[in-house]
Structures are given as C-alpha cells and as structure tokens.
C-alpha cells in the first residue's frame, strides 16, 4: 500500500511531467521508483533480500546511486526518457524474473552528450607499500 507522501510525490512529479521538459532529477527518481516497484513485484524473494533491496526504501538506496551516475554529465532528452518510463511502467514480469533482462531498450538511449565526470570517491594517486 503506498503511502500519502508517496502518492503525493508521484502526483508532483506526474504535474510536472506534463508541464514541459522532464528534469533529470525527476527523471532519476522516477526511473528509481518504477524499477524498484518492478523489481519487488518480480523478483524472487531471496535473491532481492540477498541484494539487500527488499523494500522499495532499500531498494532505491542499492540502486538510485547507481542511475543518477548513469546520467551525470549527461543531458537527458525528456521526449526519450518519458517513453522509457512509460514502456517500463507497462512491463510485464519475466518468467525468470530477471528485470534487467526486459528493460525497454529506448531506456539506454535517455542520455545524451556525456562527458566524463571525475568520481569524487576514487584516488588519482597510487598507493605503494614498503617491505619491512
């Protein structure tokens, strides 16, 4: 059951959907949401606590890091990515479950002239050690 702050989320984010060009933050959690609803409704119960996503709240936590660095340093065509979340809210579940497996191809076409961003998480030095 979903509750009044998701609903009233997604009711925001459906108005401004309409309203004009998606904005790639809205598009990111949008794109979250649905994945996760899809892949909690499809997946085995096993493999999603073993990927520690069996909720939708850990479920956006694995995976809505990985999509917003999809598409950093990335422009996002709203016409491609509302055809994305539209085929991806359509989905029927896999016999196998494995939701990766059907995302709809129009999915990796969302973002466009990339440049490379730096990870603030990675070193740009090596590190060496000493023998003693």
């Known amino acids: 059951m979903s509750s009044p702050s998701s609903f009233l989320r997604v009711s925001a984010l459906l108005f401004l959907v309409g ?21 909690l409704s499809c997946g085995d119960t096993a493999g999603l606590v073993f ?10 936590a694995v995976y809505g890091p990985d999509f917003a660095a ?18 991806l809210e359509s989905l029927a579940c896999p016999e196998d479950g ?7 191809p129009v999915c990796a076409t969302v973002w466009v002239k ?4 730096a990870d603030p998480t990675s070193s740009t030095t090596e590190e060496t050690g000493s023998a003693g």
């Open 51 to 60: 990927d520690g996503a069996d909720t939708l709240e850990s479920c956006q």
């Open 98 to 104: 494995n939701v990766d497996a059907v995302l709809p």
């Open 19 to 39: 309203c004009g060009k998606m904005k790639a933050d809205d598009y990111i959690v949008e794109f979250t949401d649905t994945y996760c609803n899809l892949r």
């Open 114 to 117: 990339c440049e490379d961003v």
């Open 70 to 87: 999809d598409g950093a340093g990335c422009v996002l065509k709203s016409k491609l990515a509302r055809q994305c979340l539209n085929e």
